[in-house]
């Protein structure tokens, strides 16, 4: 498989996930509002469940946008500055976002790490660990694209081909 092909491949995942984390969402919030509404009553678990989805999707939408460089991101300078200059504060810019989502990936893996030596389930018996997992994953993948990117930028190639103008 070629590089290509597992970038591909990668995306979908990602979408898959993240449109299976959504469906799943909706329906355990439509379930909940049903039981409550119809049955005066509902299921326990739902509330902590959907409060780990919402961490899910977010954390997915993050992986999402990043990999098409349509994240949140503050680059007043690479507005104002002489095109010249533009290059160089966009790469400064992403190996700075690579350096603290590493920095964040490995905290979060410390953090799962200690989460699965002291397990607790979070609902219906899914151990934290498991929910937080996402994290450094998530973070992982980002710093990842924007190592790449920074690559990318310096060796005179867009970083995000996809990405719209500003």
């Given at each position: 498989?070629?590089?290509a092909g597992l970038q591909?491949?990668?995306h979908r995942l990602e979408d898959g996930l993240l449109a299976v984390a959504v469906v799943a969402m909706v329906a355990l919030a439509g379930l909940q509002i049903v039981l409550r509404a119809g049955f005066d009553g509902g299921l326990t678990w739902i509330e902590p469940a959907l409060r780990a989805l919402v961490l899910w999707i977010g954390m997915l939408g993050a992986v999402t946008a990043s990999r098409s460089g349509r994240h949140i991101r503050i680059d007043l300078l690479t507005r104002v500055v002489e095109p010249?200059?533009?290059h160089w504060l966009q790469g400064i810019g992403y190996g700075f976002t690579t350096v603290v989502c590493a920095a964040?990936?490995?905290h979060a893996g410390r953090f799962v790490r200690l989460e699965f030596e002291?397990?607790?389930?979070v609902f219906a018996?899914?151990?934290s660990w498991a929910v937080a997992l996402v994290l450094p994953l998530a973070f992982g993948l980002i710093g990842l694209r924007y190592l790449?990117?920074?690559v990318a930028l310096f060796r005179g190639r867009e970083p995000f081909p996809d990405q719209p103008p500003c």
């Open positions: 498989m070629t590089l591909r491949l990668l010249r200059w533009r964040i990936a490995w002291f397990p607790v389930n018996g899914v151990p790449l990117a920074t």
